[in-house]
């Protein structure tokens, strides 16, 4: 029998936990889901698993909720967004992500055609960091802009923002330029 879903939610691994499943993961060509949340792994441990992601072409559903991510872990998460192919849906709710890390998820966002759905509810964004992920939605996929998708960013707040109060902030191919 093959392992497609492996849940290991709230164990305490912290990062030294991610670093093994990060190693899993890496290897691993069966696994398809992965509940990976609640286990207070930071960003040293969300650093390990995003190089996991860079080679992994097997996990499509990935939850890493509620592990104090920050910034410097959502970067590195975007930096696997740009060459994972195969990751459809990924949480990072309860995390303490802002505004820095939102902008390299929205670079990754642009650049990952496979990924359809990001759960990004309670974290630290200003209204810049949901303007940012709302329109790297809009663009084209960088990495095939003639292929039209559909794409979910849950649990961003509906405000001024994203109502469009910053017309003009940046065109079109100036945001093509920050999602490179």
Same mark, same amino acid.
């Given at each position: ?5 492996? #849940?290991? /939610? =709230? =164990?305490?691994?912290? $990062? $030294? ?17 992965? #509940? ?30 509620? #592990? *104090?991510?920050?910034?410097? @872990? ?14 459809? *849906? ?7 992500? !802002? ?8 670079? @990754? ?7 359809? =759905? ?17 329109? !790297? ?16 960013? *849950? ?9 469009? /109060?910053?017309?003009?902030?940046? !065109? ?9």
């Amino acid at each position: 029998t093959t392992l497609t879903y492996l #849940n290991i /939610q =709230c =164990c305490g691994a912290f $990062a $030294a936990g991610a670093q093994h499943v990060a190693d899993m993961i890496s290897q691993n060509k069966f696994l398809r889901r992965l #509940n990976f949340s609640d286990n207070n792994i930071g960003d040293q441990g969300a650093t390990y698993l995003a190089r996991a992601l860079e080679t992994n072409m097997s996990l499509s559903h990935f939850d890493i909720a509620k #592990n *104090k991510i920050a910034d410097l @872990g959502a970067v590195e998460l975007g930096a696997a967004l740009t060459k994972n192919r195969r990751l459809a *849906k990924l949480d990072l709710s309860i995390n303490e992500i !802002s505004d820095d890390g939102g902008t390299a998820l929205a670079k @990754g966002i642009a650049q990952n055609l496979p990924l359809t =759905c990001l759960d990004l509810g309670s974290n630290r964004f200003s209204g810049l960091g949901v303007w940012m992920l709302t329109l !790297s939605t809009k663009v084209k996929p960088l990495a095939n802009p003639a292929v039209h998708r559909r794409f979910e960013i *849950k649990g961003l707040p509906s405000d001024q923002w994203t109502r469009g /109060q910053l017309p003009g902030l940046l !065109s079109e191919d100036e945001l093509k330029t920050v999602l490179q």
